[in-house]
């Protein structure tokens, strides 16, 4: 059996529902995991400068913290 572009796109066609939602779900998990690395350097700056700012304030609703180290 020869692969070809037309058979692959039969393939495709079959499976064409799990394609999509597997392609809507790692769209949202990409979404999910992104804002963590961009509020990372922000947490340094809220801890090493030692003012609490808005991301140190949810965190301490939530969890008791007993060093700086918890919150990243």
Same mark, same amino acid.
């Given at each position: 059996?020869? =692969?070809?572009? $037309?058979?692959?796109? *039969? /393939?495709? &066609? $079959? ?6 939602? @597997?392609?809507?779900? @790692? %769209? %949202? @998990? ?5 804002? %963590? ?7 340094? +700056? /809220?801890?090493?400068?030692? *003012?609490?700012? +808005? %991301?140190?304030?949810? =965190? +301490?609703?939530? =969890? ?5 180290? &918890? &919150? =990243?």
């Amino acid at each position: 059996m020869m =692969i070809t572009i $037309k058979s692959i796109l *039969k /393939e495709i &066609y $079959k499976h064409r529902t799990q394609l999509i939602l @597997a392609n809507l779900v @790692a %769209v %949202v @998990a990409t979404l999910i995991s992104l804002p %963590v690395p961009l509020l990372i350097p922000l947490l340094i +700056d /809220e801890i090493v400068l030692g *003012k609490g700012g +808005d %991301v140190t304030q949810f =965190i +301490d609703q939530y =969890i008791t913290v007993g060093s700086p180290g &918890y &919150y =990243i």
